[in-house]
C-alpha cells in the first residue's frame, strides 16, 4: 500500500511540474482494451484531479480535442 502511495505523490508533483506531458502520458491509456490499465489509468487519474488539479486546468482546458466530454466508454471527462 504505501508503494501506490508512493508512486501517486510521485504523479501528482509530475502533474504540477509537467501537466502536459503526464495528460500526454495517460489519457492514450484510457483508449487500450486492458481492463487492469484502464482501471489503474483511472485511479491515478483520480488522484491527480484530487490533489492537484488546479495544476491540470489549463492544460485540460487547452486540449480540447484530447479530453472530450462524454465521448463514450474509456473517454476522460473531467466535469464529472
Do not use: W, Y
Not at 489509468?41 to 480535442?65: K, W
Request: proline fraction near 6%.
Amino acid at each position: 500500500m504505501s508503494n501506490q502511495k508512493e508512486v501517486l505523490r510521485c504523479f501528482t508533483v509530475l502533474a504540477c511540474s509537467l501537466p502536459d506531458r503526464l495528460l500526454a502520458f495517460l489519457l492514450p491509456r484510457l483508449d487500450t482494451s486492458n481492463e487492469r490499465t484502464r482501471v489503474g489509468t483511472l485511479q491515478v487519474v483520480r488522484h491527480v484531479i484530487n490533489s492537484a488539479g488546479e495544476c491540470l486546468h489549463a492544460s485540460l482546458a487547452a486540449a480540447p480535442g484530447r479530453v472530450q466530454d462524454g465521448a463514450g466508454p474509456g473517454r476522460f471527462c473531467p466535469s464529472r
